[in-house]
């Protein structure tokens, strides 16, 4: 089993893959969010024989939603109409925590969408 973790952003999006056997996220690729994200997401899953997407939802920590949570709904929205594999919706307030101690400990500035995607993914396979 293959998992697409996606970390959905309104410029670009960024992508992780992992495999149930090894439960390791690993940033995969950024791409532009523009007309032809729905079809280059349904092509790396065909490469990359992609089982299961889990994707970011962004929800705050008093449970409410925000305008990017309803854009990341509506994009959900999308994928399960054009792609016929599981999309997995994943709290991403917890790989926030990851992020912040990640950031910390590379003494980075900022993540990237990928490195995001990854951490959403993770948290996932953590909790299965």
Same mark, same amino acid.
């Given at each position: 089993?293959?998992? /697409?973790?996606?970390?959905?952003? !309104?410029?670009?999006?960024?992508?992780?893959?992992?495999?149930?056997?090894?439960?390791?996220?690993?940033?995969?690729?950024?791409?532009?969010?523009?007309q032809n994200i729905i079809? !280059?997401?349904?092509?790396?899953? /065909?490469?990359?024989?992609?089982?299961? *997407?889990v994707i970011g939802l962004?929800?705050?920590?008093?449970?409410?939603?925000?305008?990017?949570?309803?854009?990341?709904?509506?994009?959900?929205?999308?994928?399960?109409?054009? *792609?016929?594999?599981?999309?997995?919706?994943?709290?991403?307030?917890?790989?926030?925590?990851?992020?912040?101690?990640?950031?910390?400990?590379?003494?980075?500035?900022?993540?990237?969408? !990928?490195?995001?995607?990854?951490? *959403? /993914?993770?948290?996932?396979?953590?909790?299965?």
């Amino acid at each position: 089993m293959k998992y /697409l973790g996606i970390d959905y952003g !309104d410029k670009k999006i960024g992508l992780a893959t992992a495999d149930l056997e090894t439960k390791i996220a690993s940033p995969y690729k950024i791409l532009f969010n523009n007309q032809n994200i729905i079809s !280059d997401i349904k092509n790396v899953c /065909l490469n990359e024989e992609i089982d299961k *997407i889990v994707i970011g939802l962004p929800i705050s920590l008093k449970g409410t939603m925000s305008k990017q949570t309803e854009n990341v709904i509506k994009f959900i929205s999308k994928l399960r109409k054009n *792609i016929d594999l599981e999309v997995i919706e994943q709290d991403e307030k917890y790989s926030s925590q990851y992020a912040q101690r990640l950031l910390r400990e590379t003494k980075a500035k900022h993540l990237d969408d !990928d490195v995001a995607a990854m951490l *959403i /993914l993770q948290s996932y396979l953590d909790e299965t």
